[in-house]
């Protein structure tokens, strides 16, 4: 196995064609295929399933792909660090549950970071695909939340995947509604408060179990549910129907707006939000810039919350 048969793998997989691969890399058809094909033989399994389109990375083959980029990354660092190369193109991708201080850390990373030439990736994605993204080096960080009740699961999740959580902060659940929801003036907000509006929550695809829900309490009734896939449809909905989401409280009024407000629910519950990376594999220099933005951003007062009260913290020994 070498460096350059590692490029080939995720040429081709980019171009998702061979002939296309080939273009890029100025050489010859024939040759990338004899070197792919030589590469599955060393590792024992195939890397690409050829379709009429062309191929796609097979199942083997995008954990594979994952350590053939960090791989390269390195190598690409080293260059131009200790030999004058040219910078290469820079790469970075994140999977995210919906959290506005996520992407406000993405922002400053490229901002700082991102040079002439980038090819960074956010991706606000469901739970289970968030976990697979990492496990598969398709990200190397996801950022998620852990409670009383989906704790024991998620943890069995990521241990299955070979994936670590670290916190980044503790948080008392809030609500988000809209600045005109007649709740909007409380000072704190009850469930029984709630029981007359429309309840917002993200779709989990496939994997719909309550434990991977990234609003707690879902195990609870509402007589008014909808499920949406992405974060302005829901604050839409927010506003247009006067409906209600169960979050951190972490929000930023220059990404969401200010007919947005969270408001803290008088519940005995929390939040641990923190991030995943995988346990064999170091992070990467832009995840670990990522990691330090993220930690930035959620450190007090910098995520902008509701103008009624700060976002509440809660000490460990208070679990």
Known sequence: MTLLQLKYVVEVAAAGTISGAAKKLYIAQPSLTAAIKELE?????????????????????????????????????????????????????????????????????????????????????????????????????????????????????????DLKFTRLFMAKPHVFIGAANPLASRSSITLSDLEPYPRLSYEQGEHNSFYFSEEILSTLDSRKDILVSDRATLFNLLIGLNGYTICSGVINEELNGPNIVAIPLDVDDYMEIGYITHNRVTPGRFAGLYIEALKRRVGVPVPKVSTREPITRIPVSDR
Do not use: M, W
């Open 41 to 161: 033989h060393e590792i024992g399994f195939s890397l690409f399933t050829r379709t009429n389109k062309g191929v796609v990375i097979s199942p083997d083959g995008e954990e594979f792909l994952g350590y053939a980029r960090q791989v390269i990354e390195q190598a690409n660092l080293i260059e131009e660090r200790y030999f004058g190369a040219v910078p290469q193109k820079r790469q970075f991708c994140v999977s995210t549950q919906h959290y506005s201080f996520a992407v406000e850390a993405f922002v400053d990373l490229i901002r700082e970071y991102g040079g002439e030439e980038y090819d960074f990736r956010i991706r606000e994605t469901q739970t289970y695909e968030l976990i697979e993204d990492v496990a598969k080096l398709r990200s190397e960080v996801g950022v998620l939340y852990l409670n009383r009740f989906n704790e024991t699961v998620i943890r069995k999740t990521l241990r299955e995947h």
